[in-house]
């Protein structure tokens, strides 16, 4: 009976050891598996960036190029936060949002950086050699805002056709129409979008009648039509702005691979054009900046050094 007890300790000992094994073995190589998916896979999941913009065609142009640069180049999973310009930038503030590459500066988001003062981070211009104000067919005869008297009004109902509310350009806008005294001689800045915006001033354009938008460079719709901006002597809409990478304090910490391309990323109002005129002709926006930044591997590639 002695003997039947220590035969069965033994085999039990095996079985105890044998296993013991098998876990040793499961660190060494199976187990290393588990920690890697541990801190690999942890590691891929803090690899995200969530990228805020507006919808104005410039913006749909830039924000999808980085997406492309971020997900194929460096392996992040980017999630697009289409929003207003207010929210857009209190997202940045609050970290709900970690970039975007749609500030308009100095004069077009001037408020929201009042307000946000040491809420982010400014990595400064991306793109320079914007601008924005009332834009006209040139077949128009009007070449300042100072022109908009009743005659001209009776041509366009007395509408000036905007973009979406809340938007820097519509606050710029509200400012011309209390400068220039437009409200009070009955013009109306009409609430859009900047896809409403440019199918009225297409239409228009094709049929060669008057229409007046709030626009801004750069834009395919100068590239596919002939318009020209109303001076503005009072300077409301300020001088060329350029467009500003923004991001959330901290990103430099979390995602120090991303922030380094998103300090880096620079582009010019052609490379933007060439974006903005192909989802135009009819490419998904995906489509369109996977199409640039395939032909342009030597600027990506300088952005990723």
């Not at 001037?110 to 834009?135: A, Q, R």
């Not at 109303?230 to 500003?244: A, F, M, S, T, V």
Request: hydrophobic content about 40%.
């Amino acid at each position: 009976m002695k003997k039947n007890k220590t035969m069965v300790f033994a085999a039990i000992l095996a079985v105890l050891v044998l296993l013991a094994g098998c876990g040793t073995n499961n660190n060494g190589n199976g187990g290393s598996n588990t920690d890697n998916a541990g801190n690999g896979g942890s590691s891929d999941k803090n690899k995200s960036i969530k990228l805020a913009y507006v919808a104005w065609d410039s913006e749909i142009a830039s924000t999808n190029v980085v997406k492309e640069v971020l997900e194929t180049k460096l392996g992040y999973k980017v999630e697009m936060l289409q929003v207003d310009a207010g929210p857009m930038w209190t997202g940045i503030a609050d970290g709900s949002a970690d970039a975007m590459v749609a500030a308009w500066l100095p004069t077009t988001h001037e408020s929201y950086v009042n307000e946000l003062e040491g809420k982010f981070e400014d990595l400064g211009p991306n793109l320079s050699g914007t601008k924005l104000g009332l834009v006209v067919p040139a077949y128009m005869d009007i070449n300042s805002i100072e022109d908009l008297n009743a005659e001209v009004g009776s041509t366009v109902d007395n509408t000036i056709i905007g973009i979406e509310p809340g938007a820097g350009l519509m606050m710029k806008t509200e400012e011309v129409f209390e400068q220039y005294g437009l409200q009070d001689n009955g013009w109306t800045l009409m609430e859009s979008s900047s896809a409403a915006m440019a199918k009225a001033l297409q239409d228009a354009y094709s049929k060669q009648e008057p229409i007046i938008v709030t626009g801004w460079t750069p834009h395919w719709k100068f590239a596919s039509m002939d318009l020209k901006y109303l001076e503005d002597p009072k300077g409301i809409y300020g001088e060329d702005e350029q467009i500003h990478t923004v991001v959330r304090t901290g990103l430099k910490d979390d995602q120090p691979e991303a922030y380094a391309f998103l300090d880096a990323f620079n582009w010019s109002p052609d490379d933007m054009a060439e974006v903005m005129m192909q989802i135009v002709e009819g490419a998904s926006p995906e489509d369109a900046a996977k199409a640039w930044v395939e032909a342009n591997a030597d600027k990506v590639d300088a952005w990723l050094q």
